[in-house]
């Protein structure tokens, strides 16, 4: 059956909504002095252009690490593909908010990382989910539909939101440190990114069709980044008013 403008349409919005939902939360969360809307809306389709870029080479390597999701197959050799896939997806995440936004003259509050990276986080999950929602609607299954929506709203979203927000939050807390500090704890937060990735994709796999231990501990990450999120509030603002040659730019 051939794609028609109308699937096209309903998955692309139905990939959307549940992103936009969680943006509008974290953007309110920053409603004291929030970001600049066009920098923002940027941000998010430029998440959704590092979705394509990452799924060009997870194609490119799918050759070599054909492991997942298959049965009969070592569960180390799974592991190694969710690890490729994840980097992939954790990298494309943050050169996409790296080169449209980090480096702008905006980004100049440590709590702005993470605003910018959650928003690129779920600019990919929304294009992520509208690809996944594709099948389902094109055979007029509405039940397949509302059962994955759902659960790419309360799980696969908010695993791209915690797992870019968490190099936004090491960013955030060596904001006012020197450039060469600063870069260590971005590398710390992808590797830390892309092992919570590979771990709940891992677990997912692992469980099968028990992910509510999985998904609550993706809600427990949530409620521990929100407490990170007010955290990152309060730190010292010194740097931005007085900046040194070292500590201008990531």
């Known amino acids: 059956m051939e794609l028609s403008s109308s699937t096209f349409f309903f998955a692309f919005i139905g990939g959307i909504l549940p992103a936009a939902l969680w943006l509008w939360f974290w953007l309110y969360e920053d409603?004291?002095?929030?970001?600049?809307?066009?920098l923002i809306f940027a941000t998010f389709c430029a998440g959704m252009v590092a979705t394509l870029v990452a799924l060009v080479f997870q194609n490119s390597l799918r050759p070599y690490f054909p492991a997942i999701s298959t049965t009969g197959i070592p569960?180390?050799?799974?592991?190694?593909?969710?690890?490729?896939?994840?980097?992939?997806?954790?990298?494309a995440k943050f050169a996409a908010a790296y080169f449209?936004?980090?480096?702008?003259?905006?980004?100049?509050?440590p709590i702005d990382n993470m605003v910018y990276l959650i928003t690129v986080g779920l600019g990919f999950a929304a294009l992520e989910n509208a690809l996944y929602l594709l099948d389902p609607i094109r055979s007029g299954n509405l039940v397949q539909t509302l059962i994955i929506g759902d659960l790419r709203f309360i799980g696969t979203s908010l695993l791209h939101l915690v797992t870019s927000a968490s190099i936004g939050i090491l960013m955030a807390f060596a904001f006012c440190k020197p450039r060469k500090i600063k870069r260590w704890y971005i590398l710390m937060g992808l590797v830390l990114a892309i092992l919570l990735h590979t771990f709940f994709n891992f677990f997912i796999i692992v469980n099968g069709n028990n992910l509510f231990p999985v998904f609550s501990?993706?809600?427990?990450?949530?409620?521990?980044?929100?407490?990170?999120?007010?955290?990152?509030?309060?730190?010292?603002?010194?740097?931005?008013y007085e900046p040194s040659e070292e500590t201008k730019s990531v």
Do not use: G, M
């Open 100 to 109: 449209i936004v980090l480096r702008r003259p905006e980004n100049d509050e």
């Open 75 to 91: 569960l180390i050799s799974q592991f190694v593909s969710l690890f490729i896939w994840a980097t992939t997806e954790e990298i």
């Open 31 to 38: 409603k004291v002095n929030p970001e600049p809307r066009q």
């Open 217 to 240: 501990l993706v809600w427990l990450a949530v409620i521990i980044l929100l407490l990170f999120f007010e955290k990152a509030k309060q730190i010292n603002r010194t740097c931005i």
